[in-house]
Each structure stands twice: as C-alpha cells, then as structure tokens.
C-alpha cells in the first residue's frame, strides 16, 4: 500500500509562487505515474499535472499550462509541483495521487491528505 503525504502549501499574493512536496513510502513501485489534482469548494475534483516515474514524461491541466511544472527526485521518493505566476483561481485543496496510468482523466486509487494554497488578489 502506498503512503503519501503533502508538504509546501500556504498562503501567497497573486503572481506568488509555491513549492509542493509529496513524499511516498510503501509499495510506490507499483504505480507507474504520481500526480497531482485539486479541488475548491462547491467545485469538482480536477487533474492539474502528472508525471510518469519510469520515463519522466510530464501532462498538464490547460489550465496551469506554463506556470506549473511537476518533477520528481527518485532519490528521495518525492514528487514536487513548482506552482509560479499564481492566480485567485488557483486557491484550492491540493492533492497528490498515485496510478497506473499518466492519464488526469483516469482512475487514481491512492491520494494522500492534502494541502491547502490559497492565493490572494
């Protein structure tokens, strides 16, 4: 069973910029790609970035397209989201998921607890 726990959120103005960490423990070698998705309130749950672990390949939201750019540390076992030129839009819960396919509009079976961003204008 894979772990996986949410690090780097907070609090930042409009055209900020934040780092988000997810550290995974456990069976991680089973799941080809990490990702990462957010939810708002009243909204549904939405895929912003993936990355395939074996190959690096990485997929984006339009959304975040030239701002966000996910990348991972084997080393460490660790998936980052590098968020820049933040948007009152963005302010969300931030997930970090684990799959056996890069695809955002996939089935995801392992989330961890989540991370607050919220962005200011």
């Known amino acids: 069973q894979v772990q996986m726990v949410e690090s780097g959120g907070g609090s930042v103005q409009a055209g900020g910029s934040l780092r988000l960490s997810c550290a995974a423990s456990g069976y991680s070698y089973r799941w080809n790609c990490m990702g990462w998705f957010r939810q708002a309130p009243g909204k549904e749950r939405e895929g912003v970035a993936s990355i395939s672990i074996g190959s690096g390949s990485t997929y984006y939201a339009d959304s975040v397209k030239g701002r966000f750019t996910i990348s991972q540390d084997n080393a460490k076992n660790t998936v980052y989201l590098q968020m820049d030129s933040l948007k009152p839009e963005d302010t969300a819960m931030y997930y970090c998921?684990?799959?056996?396919?890069?695809?955002?509009?996939?089935?995801?079976?392992?989330w961890g607890q989540g991370t607050q961003v919220t962005v200011s204008s």
């Open positions: 998921a684990a799959a056996s396919s890069c695809r955002l509009g996939g089935l995801w079976p392992y």
